[in-house]
């Protein structure tokens, strides 16, 4: 009986041995190219992933690419990330490289946790819905539709800031720059508005948004099984709100021209085709997301950095501050006001290079190509990121910074279709921001982490000091 189970033992030894040994082999395997750039390819899985999200916990995102950039001497690096083998170009020549290859020789990639949370209809993918969505939002955002949305925008703005700013001595500032964003993406592509309607959303949006690029694991508590739960929940409530817009689009209480969703239960494909209701609330859904938390990161950091730097507040409070005083009681931001912000812009524009919301973006090679002399394989990921520098708000005056240095918006095909929206809304942001108050950080080290974008840790508690008269 003994030399039975000590059989037995040895048989299991063997098989975990071989086991590991596949695992290994397999992932090394992937690596077995002439010439790939230099670099780690980490553990079996999970690759660098660990490494490359923990520098995100703890503020210094940038540091997992330096560290390799010095290490290895080159702008050029393979690693392995969310466990796909990938090589991460850095700089202007990588963007460069990235943005005139879309569709030649890569193409936008997502993890498979993103298709996962975002469960696309008609057996599609993130990428696929992503194209498609790219089709539809053009009319949605073409310059006559902006135009109408600045006065929209400055109204919620306006109710905005006199419900969570005025008259408290403090606030957190990212929530209420969350609260803002969203308010603004609910109204203008679902006409919602209430704020108890818009409450109800907003805590599953911020547990989808922490899920995205968390660990993909399935189990009960974690991010991303919290994320899987929300994008359901949310899911269903705009699948009521669908329904109803189709009954009152029949009744003629609801326009066709009032929003993106009515532009979606419209509109047709070439086949003459109408979207499905889930289709369109995948759509909603990714719209939401995409519509508003990085619009909020980016309104944070202008706060941060205004709160830094006295000499930059006084440029854009003296801009907007000339614009207000023309205003009547009552009337709203246009066009011709916005396109005065030209400083105040410059400054969101640097705040987005030194801190900004995406870390970088993901490709997929689709054909075997060199770059800078090494050998990237088809199937292999690419990321890549800007290097920052001192703030400097001039550097985006004229023809503006060196080309490919500067990409919030992406580049090239894929250039980001909602880049004029989000300025509209940074823009009005401000505006109301500096007319009404000074303000100083209260915690003056304050960490910032990434979770998935780069935030203030303890979500940038400040104190208002609002301007007399």
Not at 153 to 159: H, K, Q, T, V, Y
Not at 342 to 358: D, F, G, I, Q, T
Request: hydrophobic share 45%; net charge positive.
């Amino acid at each position: 009986m003994e030399h039975f189970y000590l059989s037995l033992l040895l048989l299991f030894v063997s098989f975990v041995t071989l086991s590991l040994f596949l695992v290994f082999y397999n992932h090394r395997s992937q690596y077995n190219f002439p010439n790939l750039p230099p670099g780690k390819p980490g553990l079996p899985y999970v690759g660098e992933t660990l490494d490359f999200l923990s520098t995100g916990w703890q503020g210094r995102p940038e540091k997992f690419v330096f560290d390799r950039i010095a290490k290895f001497s080159s702008e050029v690096f393979k690693t392995n990330i969310v466990g796909k083998p990938a090589v991460v170009l850095a700089g202007a020549a990588g963007n460069k490289f990235l943005f005139s290859n879309e569709n030649k020789l890569v193409v936008a990639w997502w993890p498979d946790s993103v298709n996962k949370i975002f469960p696309f209809t008609q057996n599609s993918s993130s990428v696929d819905e992503s194209r498609r969505m790219r089709k539809l939002l053009p009319q949605f955002l073409k310059a006559e539709a902006l135009h109408r949305y600045i006065g929209i925008m400055d109204s919620i703005a306006e109710r905005h800031f006199a419900s969570g700013w005025e008259k408290k001595q403090e606030v957190l500032v990212f929530p209420l720059a969350k609260n803002y964003t969203f308010w603004l993406a609910c109204r203008l592509f679902v006409s919602v508005e209430d704020p108890s309607h818009i409450a109800k959303f907003a805590a599953p949006f911020n547990l989808v948004a922490s899920g995205i690029f968390s660990v993909p694991l399935d189990l009960p508590g974690t991010p991303f099984r919290k994320a899987i739960r929300a994008s359901n929940f949310i899911r269903a409530e705009l699948l009521n709100i669908i329904r109803q817009r189709k009954v009152d689009l029949g009744t003629g209480k609801a326009s066709v021209t009032q929003d993106i969703l009515s532009h979606m239960l419209t509109i047709s494909d070439e086949a003459g085709r109408f979207m499905t209701e889930l289709d369109i609330a995948d759509k909603i859904l990714g719209l939401l997301i995409g519509g508003h938390d990085t619009a909020s990161a980016a309104c944070t950091f202008i706060v941060k950095f205004l709160s830094e730097l006295p000499h930059v507040y006084d440029g854009v409070y003296k801009e907007q501050i000339e614009i207000a005083k023309f205003k009547r009681s009552g009337e709203l931001l246009n066009w011709d006001d916005i396109q005065k912000m030209k400083y105040s812009w410059n400054v969101a524009c640097e705040v987005m290079r030194l801190a900004p919301p995406l870390q970088g973006g993901f490709r997929e090679a689709i054909n075997d190509f060199i770059f800078n002399g090494f050998f990237i394989p088809k199937g292999w990921k690419g990321q890549y990121f800007s290097e920052p520098e001192k703030f400097d708000p001039s550097r985006f005056e004229g023809g503006g910074p060196a080309p490919y240095t500067f990409v919030p918006f992406g580049g090239g095909p894929r250039m980001c279709p909602g880049k004029e929206y989000a300025r509209l809304e940074i823009l009005v942001f401000m505006h109301h921001l500096v007319k009404r108050f000074r303000f100083e950080k209260l915690i003056p080290d304050e960490k910032i982490v990434v979770d998935p974008m780069p935030i203030p840790a303890k979500g940038l508690p400040v104190r208002l000091f609002p301007h007399k008269g």
